[in-house]
């Protein structure tokens, strides 16, 4: 595989390149605003049982909910659920475990 392709996906939690597309969660581009604190946190890689290990994950889904709470939100709903692995995007009537949309 070629570094930066796009099968070369490392998860952010261990560093560890991501195989299996079901095992694989994107923040995708959460913001366009280098001053957001969420800018750092564009298109980050995880494998999905690492979700919960990731040390920013907490303020991540702090700052995420705000932002989907907010009139600046444009994109698909990021679902939290009590068991971490289980984040996903949602679009209406629609979900995707993979989705690497965000905020426009």
Not at 3 to 20: D, E
Not at 30 to 52: A, F, G, K, V
Not at 57 to 74: G, I, M, P
Request: glycine residues 8%.
């Amino acid at each position: 595989m070629e570094a930066g392709g796009p099968l070369y996906r490392l998860c952010s939690a261990c560093g560890k390149m991501i195989t299996y597309p079901d095992d694989y969660f994107s923040t995708g581009a959460l913001t366009s605003d280098p001053s957001d604190p969420l800018y750092t946190h564009n298109m980050t890689q995880l494998h999905r049982q690492h979700i919960r290990d990731w040390k920013p994950y907490d303020d991540f889904r702090r700052r995420v909910e705000e932002l989907q709470n907010s009139a600046a939100w444009k994109g698909p709903e990021l679902v939290f659920d009590e068991d971490p692995a289980r984040l996903h995007w949602q679009t209406k009537g629609r979900t995707s475990e993979n989705r690497e949309e965000g905020c426009g």
